[in-house]
């Protein structure tokens, strides 16, 4: 057994380091190799990546996708080097376009769309998919599976022939509303006005199951939440929202409705948004996301993003940890049980992030820390993408079962 003044003498040598000799260090270091080692065998589904956004709204090189070489260095908290380090097996990128802009719905998410199938496309590594079979053939041969999910139902401008023509070009969830009420849904960051879904509404959802899209309850009211599960004949999805009882803010899932999630078999992705996930930093996150909204009414893409660094350059935000991540995680998995749970991180959507999971490439540090907190690896390979694939993977039952009809 080394001697203290052994070690010392070692040390101060450079012989060894103070973090080898640190129990705890190396019970990190045991951990995170571990986490490392999993996720090159599983495969690990992120819900939700604003890359597509963040290229449309670059100050530098707007819309250009040419002008990021996703494998080199880039202005983002994305790109293939670090989702590789990640152990990200499939991505759902965001097509997202807000609601505040009032008018030209169709053609900024037809833009986005056409972004995001540029990024795709461009690289090797990516491989566009639209199906389990295609995320597991991806997965299989090493490229990482890419799909798209559209966030806020006012793309589809009440239109269901609408909301047919973006699952064709592959969007394969739909938030149902972003910070904005809608003609057919109440949205979590406004005042209801319609009590959850109007018929609409319903019929929205029902087209959704029928063509086999998700139905994901993100960013909407309790009472939206309440009625899609009340009529969705498949899996909902929370793309990516955390655990209200942890961090009491509308964006994220009171426990009412993650009890009811084992009998409709949907899965919440817990998103990493510091503003989400820690009280302290809610309490001035929140209210300047909402001042975003309230200003952004009525304004163009580019005038809205200037208000919204305007605004959250302001904040000065306590930092915050993993463990308030995994804490949620660990919420949820009590509550609605293992099975229900999932990731979305919401890169490249936000500025603020736990110390530690600050971009795509530090997957591993929140399962390290789940293993420490004696997470077996059945449960984690559920928890990184299996639970959603299930869950996907039910919803394209449910579609040719509905096509049937």
Not at 123 to 136: E, L, M
Not at 233 to 243: Q, R, T
Not at 301 to 325: C, Q, R
Request: overall charge negative.
């Amino acid at each position: 057994m080394m001697t203290i003044l052994r070690r010392a003498l070692l040390a101060a040598c450079g012989l060894v380091t103070f973090a080898a000799l640190s129990p705890a260090h190396a019970d990190e270091d045991k951990a995170l190799v571990h986490a490392r080692e999993l996720l090159k065998k599983v495969i690990l589904v992120d819900g939700h990546n604003d890359l597509p956004w963040a290229i449309r709204t670059d100050k530098n090189h707007p819309s250009d996708v040419a002008a990021f070489d996703l494998n080199g260095k880039v202005p983002f908290q994305t790109d293939i080097k670090r989702m590789e380090k990640g152990g990200i097996g499939a991505q759902f990128w965001s097509v997202y376009i807000p609601g505040e802009i009032g008018t030209g719905y169709a053609r900024t998410q037809l833009e986005q769309i056409d972004i995001a199938r540029q990024v795709i496309a461009s690289y090797p590594k990516f491989q566009f998919a639209t199906t389990v079979a295609d995320i597991r053939t991806a997965h299989s041969q090493g490229r990482i599976a890419s799909l798209m999910g559209m966030e806020g139902g006012h793309a589809i401008e009440n239109s269901l022939g609408a909301l047919r023509a973006y699952y064709d070009l592959g969007v394969r969830y739909m938030t149902l509303t972003h910070n904005v009420n809608l003609d057919w849904a109440d949205s979590a960051a406004k005042p209801p006005e319609h009590g959850g879904l109007t018929k609409f509404g319903e019929e929205v959802v029902l087209e959704m199951n029928k063509i086999g899209m998700l139905v994901d309850l993100a960013h909407v009211s309790d009472a939206t939440m309440d009625d899609a599960l009340r009529v969705s004949k498949a899996p909902v999805i929370f793309s990516h929202s955390s655990a209200r009882a942890l961090c009491d803010v509308p964006r994220n899932v009171p426990d009412t409705i993650l009890k009811r999630l084992p009998a409709n078999g949907g899965v919440v992705m817990v998103t990493f948004v510091a503003g989400f996930i820690d009280p302290e930093v809610a309490k001035l996150q929140v209210p300047a996301m909402a001042e975003i909204g309230r200003r952004s009414q009525g304004k163009s893409v580019e005038e809205a993003e200037k208000i919204s660094d305007e605004v959250m350059g302001k904040l000065k935000l306590p930092k915050t940890s993993i463990a308030k991540v995994a804490d949620h995680i660990e919420h949820i998995r009590k509550v609605a049980g293992v099975k229900h749970i999932g990731l979305g991180g919401d890169f490249d959507g936000n500025s603020d992030w736990p110390v530690g999971l600050e971009d795509v490439s530090s997957y591993p540090n929140l399962f390290a820390e789940l293993i420490r907190r004696g997470w077996s690896d059945e449960d984690l390979t559920l928890l990184a993408g299996e639970n959603v694939l299930r869950a996907l993977a039910q919803a394209e039952t449910v579609s040719r079962q509905l096509s049937k009809k």
